[in-house]
């Protein structure tokens, strides 16, 4: 079985390295077949391993080779599959595959087509590496992997100011975070001695609270950034100039979602901390509701996805937080399908488009866009949580978690929050797909994608549908390790309420949304209507306003400080300095070197000066010899002495 | 002949160098590609016959100088100092391959670089106090020629500030080295300038106190520590590339390895006493340059500063004190050396091209220039310190080694990683994305193969010992482990004993856990 591991992280390796031989070269379509294939073992040796776990097998555990070695600290590149990290694996490597075999299609007329390969192998190979180490460092090996790639693929087209922009962004915010996450990792190191998962969780019972506290804050803070959880989630939206399978495959499904399953991973940490994770859920909940809203009135097609990511992320947190680290990692698991799917449609829908971006300006695509349309329209259903999607079994149970474990107030924003998401993606739909088409008057001709691309999104497709019918299978999976419990209300009626209610409460949403968005009669907003001028909605479609703050109030003042501490602290006060205490230095050799000149008459005169100082401190210190009794008495006197 | 390799690795190069003044001009070159090479090749050789399971002194050569007042010449080395020999040997090497063929009096700047192969391997093989501080200040020489002879505009005032500024450290240094051996003479009787000797005295503390900052200055200068780093902007803005890169690769690290190899064993409890405030400097140096790098507008002074803030790093996990902390600060220097050194070669390569260095007259650079955008890529990542790079392993372990230290220092400092990223990435998408917009720019040539030559090794050392550091850090891991203990058995004040770690106890401990395990 260790072959299988073996394939499965280094398939993507070999992948990305090949087609790193040719980024310099002009489009090779074998470049995309291959890597394509290579992906795809990946992906067959973690369905083996899958079916290996699902059997009863043990956990595989290897190590490659030792990393680092000094003092008392140990770390090996050491390797494991076990419950959780074969479903990420799975989640992981079905996407790629998809994600790759798609991407033929969409870079099909791109310059660096070779390049994309390239970048997009390595982020799987680190997001292998993240999800399959048995330890904290091989994690962060994967974390800051994952990082570099999404820095590489946003930054893709980097001709484009607002690419690169966007790409330095997502990095640097990140790091913010990987700092939160590496003081994490020192914690876990002083106090247990080790970076292995298995050892450490093992000490920690016997650590005091608040050391536990601390860490598990600051791993969250370590996740709060890769998942983009507030107030670190600007990158997330802005990451949407990167090619839209890359938005599909790492803002989507994967990196993301790497947050939720450092949460799973060290939920035995989590499990003695309840109060930092009842501060996860409330913040889960909170950005579930606070990406949700913006995302109500956006008219960038991919950043409304964008916002639902997040705003899904939110939930897997806040199920997480309550210690359903089972149902967190369901929906991650199913949430990759159905995002995974509605990206690639949309990217679809921008190839139609001609990369137009606002939904305003199209309508109607359903004629042309068939396929497309019936997907998204899925994708859409899934993610709203109707029955019998994937969404419904993974975000009921999320609902049922809160209910259940009393945190009313989580479980209400999370209801709400499913209304609005239900609103929001069909306002998406409707814009898109029904409706007067608007983008004749653009002069726009649109198509639908090749028919392969079409093939590759289907295993997404289906799996959006029937994934809910996995539940059972899936919790007997990660029971054990996870500790996993059913979440059960026990008056049967107040289900049936419930289930009924949520499900007539999201399906009005949708109505409401097809209702307003999907009319004859829609125009492109000018700016001019009264809802447009109201506080509330230049409020959310300015994101509240907190990029505008970032912007003003960080960023700008960093540069301004910069250059203070460059143009006037080094250069005119530490420079200034030593180039001052040198200046006196000379100066005072200037100004005495005319005692030295050589001219006689000069000289005797200072022989003369010399003379007289050297009679007077003489005569001072015989004076004070001679007198020295009453000198100090004198002094003494006065307090001196 | 390999009982003496140390002493050929210190003086082939002098030797070669005056031997150089015969060459004919058009064979210099190739003169002194050779001489480097075998040097390269002699400090491999070293490495070979290095044993990394002792903890010691490896290849002691001790010849009596003035033996009444107990000066002589004492080379040796350990784990601690190798692998800079190594990396300087390898950079004098690279340098002189890549000199730009239009070098002005080629023949004096390749004798002048032997010259300075001698003094740098000098200073870092020496164990005789005088010796050390014979090369340490022989070094300045050929780089006040480098910079002064082959620098830019304002090169004569960056040549004198560069060196009166770091020789008015070392005098203070010098005094302090007087009254080692002067106390020696004291305890023993006899007068002794061996490292060797001095380790073994136990220094009440209120001397530890004065002779820390004697030292202090003389290495801080050197390092540079803030606020004594204003020499360094200036140097490495008019000093040719070849003399940046050795400065940053090699001559910056003369101060950081002085720290360990003399105020650490000499002076633990001032050590202890001293760790906040100076990682406080350290912090300071992290941040403030971090953003005077952001500030700048020529990507050379953005390295530069860097180097500054790096340096800062380094200093952290040095006054760590324990053994991941010291580690992982010499696996910085190297790491540093290497990448820092790869960088002023990279912003060399453009200079060449297009004799600015201002980022404002770049952009798009990753269209013209492939793979110089690719290498540079590498080495920026590395500079930020990404795991599986050579710089992530030193930066990680000092910092993973103060955190034992300060809980709040080491989450200031740790900024690093933030600031770093900040202005090593703005400076790439200023030079290396967006369009060509300069008409110059559109026909840049790629990396030629000589500059390829000494670039891919870089690159490859970067990544290998970024995700195989075992070999480096080893032997390192051993001679420090050795210091530490030192420096426990040797510490007076009870806070001293219980800040550095008692390595002894814990491989016992570890022993004990081991068998009962089996």
């Known amino acids: 079985m260790e072959k299988y591991l073996y394939i499965a992280l280094f398939a993507p390796l070999v992948s990305s390295l090949f087609a790193a031989l040719f980024t310099a070269q002009p489009k090779k379509q074998f470049v995309g077949i291959v890597t394509s294939l290579l992906i795809f073992t990946s992906f067959v040796s973690s369905s083996i391993l899958l079916v290996y776990i699902l059997k009863g097998g043990e956990p595989i555990h290897v190590e490659l080779m030792t990393w680092m070695a000094t003092g008392g600290l140990y770390i090996p590149f050491g390797f494991v599959v076990d419950e959780v990290s074969v479903v990420m694996m799975m989640v992981v490597t079905l996407v790629s595959t998809v994600v790759h075999v798609y991407s033929n299609g969409y870079m099909d007329h791109d310059k660096s087509f070779n390049r994309f390969f390239a970048w997009l192998s390595a982020f799987v190979f680190s997001m292998m590496v993240l999800v399959m180490s048995d330890n904290f460092a091989g994690l962060f090996i994967g974390w800051e992997g994952v990082g570099l790639c999404s820095w590489g693929l946003i930054g893709f087209w980097y001709n484009r100011e607002s690419a690169t922009w966007a790409a330095n962004e997502a990095f640097i915010m990140n790091r913010i975070a990987d700092l939160g996450m590496l003081i994490g990792l020192f914690l876990i190191y002083w106090n247990t001695g080790t970076l292995q998962y298995d050892e450490a969780f093992a000490k920690l019972p016997y650590l005091d609270t608040a050391t536990l506290t601390w860490t598990g804050i600051f791993l969250f803070i370590g996740a709060m950034g890769k998942s983009a959880q507030f107030p670190l989630h600007t990158w997330l939206a802005d990451a949407m100039e990167g090619p839209t399978p890359v938005s599909a495959l790492i803002h989507a499904a994967t990196m993301v979602t790497a947050g939720v399953y450092l949460v799973i991973r060290a939920h035995p940490l989590f499990d003695l901390i309840p109060h930092v994770g009842l501060f996860i859920a409330s913040l889960g909940a909170f950005v579930a509701i606070f990406a949700a809203s913006m995302a109500l009135v956006n008219r960038d097609m991919k950043r409304i996805i964008a916002y639902s990511t997040l705003s899904q992320l939110g939930y897997m947190f806040a199920a997480a937080g309550l210690g359903a680290y089972w149902v967190a990692l369901f929906h991650l698991m199913a949430h990759a399908f159905f995002k995974a799917l509605l990206f690639l449609g949309a990217g679809n829908v921008m190839h139609a488009m001609h990369d137009e971006l606002d939904p305003f300006k199209m309508g109607g695509l359903k004629k042309t866009m068939k396929w497309t349309w019936i997907m998204m329209t899925i994708a859409s259903f899934a993610l709203a949580g109707v029955f019998p999607l994937a969404g419904f079994y993974s975000k009921d149970a999320i609902l049922e978690t809160a209910f259940v474990e009393h945190h009313f107030i989580i479980y209400t924003v999370l209801l709400f929050t499913a209304g609005l998401t239900a609103f929001y993606s069909f306002r998406l739909v409707a814009l898109i797909f029904h409706g007067e088409e608007r983008y004749k008057l653009f002069g726009i001709h649109p198509h639908e994608a090749y028919k392969y691309m079409l093939v590759a999104m289907s295993p997404l497709l289906v799996l959006a549908i029937i994934a809910g019918a996995f539940q059972h299978t899936f919790f007997e999976l990660v029971e054990e390790a996870l500790h996993a419990v059913h979440y059960h209300i026990h008056s049967e009626v107040v289900v049936w309420i419930m289930t009924i209610g949520t499900q007539a409460f999201v399906i009005a949403m949708i109505i409401y949304a097809y209702k307003k968005y999907a009319r004859k009669d829609i125009k492109i907003p000018d700016g001019t209507s009264p809802v447009e001028q109201s506080f509330i909605y230049k409020l959310l479609f300015n994101q509240y306003y907190i990029p505008y703050f970032y912007e003003e109030y960080i960023v700008k003042p960093y540069q301004e400080l910069s250059e203070i501490f460059w143009k006037k602290v080094d250069l005119k006060i530490v420079d200034a300095t030593v180039d001052g205490i040198a200046k006196v230095l000379y100066s005072t050799g200037a100004a005495t070197r005319g005692m030295q000149n050589g001219n006689l008459s000069t000289m005797l005169r200072w022989m003369v000066v010399g003379l007289v100082l050297l009679l007077l401190i003489a005569v001072a210190i015989g004076i004070t010899v001679r007198y020295s009794e009453r000198i100090t008495l004198f002094l003494s006197g006065l307090g001196v002495l | ?518």
């Open chain 2, 1 to 518: 002949m390999f009982d003496h390799i140390l002493s050929i690795l210190i003086f082939f190069p002098a030797v070669a160098a005056l031997l150089g003044f015969v060459v004919k001009p058009a064979g210099i070159r190739a003169y002194g590609v050779a001489v480097a090479t075998v040097e390269f090749v002699l400090s491999l050789v070293l490495w070979l016959l290095y044993d990394p399971n002792v903890s010691g002194m490896q290849f002691l050569e001790t010849l009596p100088l003035v033996p009444s007042f107990g000066i002589n010449y004492i080379v040796g080395i350990d784990g601690i100092s190798l692998f800079i020999i190594i990396l300087a040997a390898f950079f004098t090497m690279l340098g002189i391959a890549t000199l730009p063929q239009n070098t002005k009096d080629e023949k004096n700047m390749i004798v002048t670089l032997l010259f300075l192969q001698m003094t740098m391997v000098g200073v870092f093989a020496a164990l005789d106090a005088i010796v050390f501080y014979v090369f340490w200040e022989l070094s300045l020489v050929p780089m006040l020629y480098i910079i002064g002879a082959w620098g830019g505009p304002l090169r004569i005032y960056a040549s004198i500030k560069f060196f009166l500024y770091t020789f008015a450290g070392s005098l203070v240094m010098l005094v302090g080295m007087l009254f080692m051996a002067y106390f020696y003479y004291q305890v023993t009787g006899k007068w002794s300038f061996a490292l060797l000797d001095w380790y073994r005295l136990v220094l009440p503390v209120s001397y530890q106190v004065w002779l820390f900052l004697a030292f202090f200055l003389g290495f801080a200068i050197k390092v540079p520590m803030f606020p004594f780093h204003t020499w360094l902007p200036y140097a490495h803005g008019q000093a040719p590339t070849i003399g940046s890169v050795i400065l940053a690769a090699i001559l910056l690290k003369m101060g950081t390895y002085a720290f360990i190899r003399f105020s650490l064993p000499l002076f633990p409890d001032a050590s202890v006493l001293f760790m906040k405030p100076i990682a406080v400097l350290a912090i300071i140096m992290i941040i403030y340059t971090a953003m005077v790098a952001y500030a700048q507008k020529d990507i050379k002074q953005v390295v530069a500063y860097s180097s500054i803030s790096h340096m800062g790093v380094i200093i952290l996990g040095t006054f760590a004190l324990n053994v991941e902390g010291i580690t992982g600060s010499i696996f910085l220097m190297i790491g540093h050396g290497v990448v820092s050194g790869a960088l002023f070669l990279l912003v060399g390569v453009i200079y060449e091209r297009r004799h600015t260095k201002l980022m404002s007259e770049f952009g798009g650079l990753a269209d013209v220039m492939p793979r110089y955008a690719l290498i540079f890529g590498i080495m920026l990542m590395a500079s930020v310190g990404l795991p599986l790079t050579i710089n992530f392993v030193g930066e990680f372990l000092s910092f993973l080694g103060f955190y034992q230290q300060s809980h709040i220092l080491t989450l200031i400092a740790g900024s690093a990683i933030i600031v770093g990223a900040i202005y090593m990435l703005s400076a790439f998408k200023k030079a290396f994305f967006g369009n060509v917009t300069k008409k110059e720019n559109e026909n840049l040539p790629d990396l030629t193969k000589t500059e390829l030559f000494a670039l891919v090794p870089l690159s490859i050392i970067t990544i290998w010992l970024g995700v195989y550091p075992k070999p480096v850090l080893e032997p390192i891991n051993n001679s420090v482990e050795a210091v530490v203990e030192l420096m426990h058995e040797k510490a007076i004040t009870p806070e001293a004993k219980l800040k550095i770690p008692d390595v002894k106890a814990i491989r016992i401990a570890d022993a004990a856990v081991v068998k009962e395990a089996e």
